[in-house]
């Protein structure tokens, strides 16, 4: 009886739910390093399976995962406000293109929320889950209050937001490629938009500068969409 006390103790223990997440972090960055950081095993998609595989394993849901590891989730503020250390440092680099950063989030970042709003009506999706897609841009520590306070869903939105981002961090680069882009604050702004905090270490991985414009990009398209997503929702 002892021993399934201790054991139930230690399943409800949130040192246990940070641990699985930074232990799968861990794993997933030896595997992209290992396979010269090949953009399908970005370690948070695998930091993702792997927790997901221990939470099934242990038999731990994900609201008692949310709850014990909220500790990381509370560190996503502080975090996304340091970015703008790497912003000042080219603060003057960002400030002559201001009119090309303005430009491009009013049509990247208009363009991300439009069509997956427009994919999700268009495959029958009630009025939540439209509330909940629209986030889908947006880094996650903005995503689920915003998602939230228009009527979607917390938990779906950050999940949605985390594929997004993944996703976002696979596709760029061959997308870059192919449209011959080698702008390197072209390419950062860009996934600083349509693929916020992931899309962002995916940035600091080509060059500092890249690193900066996508920061600048997550924080304007955060902006932005935290007013203008509950202002349009409160018309419908």
């Known amino acids: 009886m002892n021993w399934e006390n201790g054991w139930s103790a230690v399943l409800q223990s949130p040192w246990l739910m940070v641990g699985m997440t930074v232990a799968g972090f861990h794993i997933g960055s030896k595997i992209y390093n290992a396979f010269n950081k090949t953009p399908v095993l970005h370690p948070v998609l695998i930091g993702l399976l792997v927790t997901i595989g221990c939470l099934v394993t242990l038999g ?17 503020g502080p975090v996304t406000v340091a970015l703008a250390v790497p912003m000042y440092t080219r603060l003057a680099y960002i400030r002559k293109a201001a009119v090309a950063v303005s430009v491009g989030l009013l049509i990247g970042g208009g363009l991300a929320v439009i069509s997956a709003l427009a994919f999700m009506w268009l495959a029958g999706a009630d009025a939540a889950m439209l509330a909940t897609t629209s986030t889908k841009s947006v880094t996650g520590a903005i995503a689920m209050q915003v998602a939230e306070g228009i009527g979607g869903y917390g938990a779906l939105a950050a999940v949605i937001v985390l594929v997004t981002g993944v996703a976002g961090a696979i596709v760029a680069p061959p997308v870059f490629k192919l449209l011959n882009i080698e702008s390197e604050a072209a390419q950062g702004f860009a996934l ?11 940035s600091f991985e080509i060059s500092e500068t890249a690193g900066a414009f996508a920061a600048l990009g997550m924080s304007l398209m955060g902006i932005a969409c935290a007013i203008l997503i509950p202002l349009a929702a409160s018309f419908f």
């Open 192 to 202: 600083g938009v349509a693929a916020h905090a992931v899309g962002t270490a995916r």
């Open 60 to 76: 731990i849901s994900f609201q008692q995962y949310r709850e014990g590891a909220d500790m990381i989730y509370q560190l996503l």
